[in-house]
């Protein structure tokens, strides 16, 4: 069956870091979201991508972050200064259609700023 | 008011009851719902989606919607210890390109043996 992958699994980082998160979205899949999820609390969307551009981000996609397709197979979240409160889940998810029923999620990085 | 509203629980039934979840909201654009299981540390997995109003069923889950009253329930037959998770509601409104989900904050699910 086929999968959203993301590494690292867990990830920890001094604050004022740059960290990038991985992604490999499931391969005939156009559109690409992160979500994050700080714990205990609710999943948040950040960012949608789709034909190599920005669809739509939240107010948390600040200018701190930026999301990259370097290639056919990879899809990217840069922060490139962290903050404590950046310490969260960080959820890839991806959709052929972009109909939101068919957003698959991958197993998320967990970031830990220190 | 937040977006979307939901019991966090813990919700702790014995193994074959019926678990009753649900999620209220406040904006009207959202056509798209859908519910997720999440186990601890782990991602998001789809369960059940409906557009618009009415119910679903797939298997022992029962989803339904009621725009109206902005309210939806999943229901959970024969339920097992397996099921034993958080349950996430998740919405939206469709756009042209990439829709975001909108969450609630999730309900953690107990079967007990």
Request: proline share 5%.
């Amino acid at each position: 069956e086929p999968e959203v992958t993301q590494t690292p699994s867990h990830q920890v980082t001094q604050m004022g870091q740059e960290v990038i998160l991985r992604c490999v979205p499931i391969s005939n899949h156009l559109y690409f979201y992160w979500y994050r999820q700080i714990l205990g609390q609710k999943v948040e969307f950040l960012v949608s991508f789709y034909n190599n551009e920005i669809s739509e981000k939240s107010e948390i996609f600040d200018d701190q972050f930026s999301v990259e397709r370097p290639d056919g197979s990879n899809f990217t979240l840069k922060i490139r200064s962290t903050k404590l409160e950046d310490s969260a889940m960080y959820f890839c998810a991806s959709s052929d259609t972009g109909v939101p029923d068919e957003a698959f999620f991958g197993q998320g990085t967990r970031l830990t700023v220190v | 008011q937040k977006e979307v509203e939901q019991d966090p629980g813990p919700l702790s039934v014995p193994e074959g009851a019926i678990v009753s979840l649900n999620c209220t909201y406040s904006n009207s654009a959202f056509q798209y719902f859908m519910w997720y299981r999440q186990y601890s540390r782990k991602g998001p997995e789809l369960l059940m989606y409906t557009y618009s109003s009415g119910n679903k069923e797939d298997g022992r889950f029962t989803a339904q919607v009621d725009k109206s009253s902005k309210y939806i329930s999943l229901f959970i037959r024969d339920s097992q210890p397996s099921d034993s998770a958080t349950y996430l509601c998740a919405m939206s409104a469709f756009k042209a390109a990439g829709n975001k989900l909108t969450f609630g904050g999730g309900t953690r699910v107990l079967v007990k043996p």
